[in-house]
C-alpha cells in the first residue's frame, strides 16, 4: 500500500468490538463486531456488517463492560466464532487500512483471531482527536461526536447508541469524514494519519 496516496482517496474500513473486559482467569473475547467503509472520504452506508460472536453462556464479563450483553446471554452462545465469520471478515479488513477510536482493543481482537494475516495501517480516530481538537474536555467517541455537531450525521446513519458496535463503527466512520472534510485534509497522505 502506498503510503503517499491521499487518504480521501482510499478505501478504508471503520470497525468496532465490543468485549467481555478483563476477569480473573479469562481472558478478553469480543462478543460484538461492526464495521462499515469509508471510501473517497465518505461514509459508505451500504457496506456495513455486524455479526454478535459466540460467548460460552457462562463466562463471566467484567461488570463495568458496557453494552447490552446480559439480554442477549443466549443469542451470543448460538452466535458464530470469530473463525466461522472469518470469510465475511477477511475480505473487509484485510489490505485495507484500519480505523478505531483507540485502536488497541481492535487490533488486539483481530490479532488473536487471524495470527497469520497483517492488518493495517492503522489510522486512530483517538489520536487524531487529541492532535486536531486538543482542548475537548473528552477524548471520548461519543463525546466528540457531541461537541463536534455530528450527532445528527452519525443518527441519520445508524439510529442506536453508543456501545453498540456497528454503532461505535459508524461514530468512528463519521468522525474520519468529518476530519477529512477540513481544510488541508483534501491531500493529506495517509503516512501523516497512521498510527
Known sequence: MNLSTPVRELSLCAMDFETTGAVPGFPVEPWQVGMVAITNGRVVPES??????????DRPFNRRAPGRHAQIRDTLAQSP????????????????PIVAHNIGTERTMLTKS??????????????????VC??????ALNDVVTALNLQSRL??????APHDA?????ACA??????????G???????????
Not at 456488517?49 to 459466540?54: G, N
Not at 456497528?166 to 459508524?170: Q, V
Open 174 to 183: 463519521v468522525l474520519l469524514e468529518w476530519l477529512l472534510s477540513q481544510p
Open 166 to 170: 456497528l454503532y461505535d463503527a459508524f
Open 114 to 131: 487471524a495470527p497469520l494475516h497483517q492488518f493495517g495501517p492503522w489510522v486512530d480516530t483517538l489520536a487524531l482527536i487529541r492532535r
Open 155 to 160: 443518527n441519520e446513519l445508524c439510529p442506536r
Open 48 to 57: 456495513a456488517f455486524e455479526s454478535w460472536l459466540r460467548v460460552a453462556p
Open 185 to 195: 485534509w483534501e491531500q493529506l497522505p495517509l503516512r501523516a494519519v497512521i498510527a
Open 81 to 96: 466464532t470469530m473463525a466461522e465469520l472469518w470469510p465475511e471478515l477477511e475480505p473487509r479488513c484485510v489490505g485495507v
Open 134 to 139: 486538543p482542548g475537548l474536555h473528552s477524548k
